[in-house]
């Protein structure tokens, strides 16, 4: 059974730079769709964006500029970055293992295994 | 970006009785939908993707349809652990830009 845990800050100040860390057990990281998606309290998802294991990334266009997704297969893990932060940045930050699906062409991820999710306050 | 809207927003249904949960796509997304369950304080559970294949151990009385930008997710008779929020996500564009829906509520009547 694959798991997913989060781990870092949970408070982080304005400007500063959020990090975040993966750890995928249960199975390898090597193959598969690895992505950050977030929920701010009492609100909807938004993906952040995924590595694929071989490190190619793809990032929502909105946090683009402040996002970036790093891989480590020896250690099973996937990590997040997100800098200068702000009190929007506030949420419950998920990672997820995506799945492939490729239809006329076009190929989209769907998120099959959810680590428990950490929330992550920007706050002085 | 594709715009995906949920109704109703929440939906009041007794136990036992049949759920029906909608997801409009702002342009077609193919059959690339899927259908998520979240439960207070958890994260949330892949019920359908394909718009709809169950995923693996969702019970039969799941089960979602449509194609293109009208999508239908279906509850036949309730149970108590189905009260919850569910979204509908779209992974149909490149370069990818995968959005959710705000979610349906799905309360005890």
């Known amino acids: 059974q694959v798991q997913l845990q989060e781990s870092g800050p949970g408070l982080v100040k304005p400007s500063e730079t959020l990090s975040l860390t993966c750890t995928v057990s249960?199975?390898?990281?090597?193959?598969?769709?690895w992505s950050w998606i977030r929920q701010p309290p009492g609100k909807g998802l938004e993906w952040i964006g995924y590595?694929?294991?071989?490190?190619?990334?793809n990032y929502n266009p909105s946090l683009k500029s402040r996002v970036t997704i790093s891989v480590d297969t020896s250690k099973n893990q996937f990590s997040l970055k997100l800098s200068s932060v702000t009190a929007a940045d506030t949420a419950v930050y998920y990672c997820?293992?995506?799945?492939?699906?490729?239809?006329?062409?076009?190929?989209?991820?769907?998120?099959?295994?959810w680590g428990q999710g950490t929330l992550v306050t920007v706050s002085s | 970006e594709i715009v995906m809207t949920q109704s109703p927003a929440t939906l009041s249904v007794s136990p036992g009785e049949r759920a029906t949960l909608s997801c409009r796509a702002s342009?077609?997304?193919?059959?690339?939908l899927a259908w998520y369950q979240q439960k207070p304080g958890q994260a949330p559970r892949l019920l359908i993707y394909?718009?709809?294949t169950r995923a693996t151990g969702i019970p039969a009385r799941f089960s979602g349809s449509g194609s293109g930008t009208e999508f239908t997710l279906t509850i036949s008779s309730l149970q108590s652990e189905d009260f919850a929020v569910y979204y509908c996500?779209?992974?149909?564009?490149?370069?990818?830009?995968?959005?959710f829906g705000q979610g349906t509520k799905l309360e005890i009547k």
């Open positions: 997820a293992r995506g799945l492939p699906s490729v239809v006329r062409g076009v190929m989209g991820i769907y998120f099959d295994y």
């Open positions: 249960g199975g390898s990281i090597s193959s598969y769709y």
């Open positions: 590595i694929y294991y071989s490190g190619s990334t």
């Open positions: 342009q077609s997304v193919s059959s690339n």
């Open positions: 394909g718009a709809s």
């Open positions: 996500q779209q992974y149909n564009n490149w370069p990818p830009l995968y959005t």
